[in-house]
Nanobody, 122 residues
Framework: QVQLVESGGGLVQPGGSLRLSCAASGFTLDYYVIGWFRQAPGKEREGVASVSRKDGRINYADSVKGRFTISRDNAKDTVYLQMNNLNPEDTGVYYC???????????????WGQGTQVTVSA
């Protein structure tokens, strides 16, 4: 079965950190752009960060620049999202997605995971 699986979400206090993982099952992430998206309650899903295996290009949403870091471990075929200095506005369900040419400005990605909940609260 082809799927993306996210893990690492949870409850964290403001100023805290979490690291999310995205792993593929049934296919390899080698040839894909991998993106992280999030959706807060009552809001649209938005792009957070992306990384391309092909050219190494990394993109971040302005709201997370300097706080979030996306990386990939090719040996483990896993992509990570390190989130530091979290604030309540970062609360939401975080999804990873894979596409040959995905963009954070679009939700038209080929594969999507089921999401992992991140809650930032005191």
């Amino acid at each position: 079965q082809v799927q993306l699986v996210e893990s690492g979400g949870g409850l964290v206090q403001p100023g805290g950190s979490l690291r999310l993982s995205c792993a593929a099952s049934g296919f390899t992430l080698d040839y894909y752009v991998i993106g992280w998206f999030r959706q807060a309650p009552g809001k649209e899903r938005e792009g957070v960060a992306s990384v391309s295996r092909k050219d190494g290009r990394i993109n971040y949403a302005d709201s997370v620049k300097g706080r979030f870091t996306i990386s990939r471990d090719n040996a483990k075929d896993t992509v990570y999202l390190q989130m530091n200095n979290l604030n309540p506005e970062d609360t939401g369900v975080y999804y990873c997605a894979a596409d040959f040419a995905g963009s954070l400005d679009s939700l038209k990605w080929y594969y999507w995971g089921q999401g992992t909940q991140v809650t930032v609260s005191a």
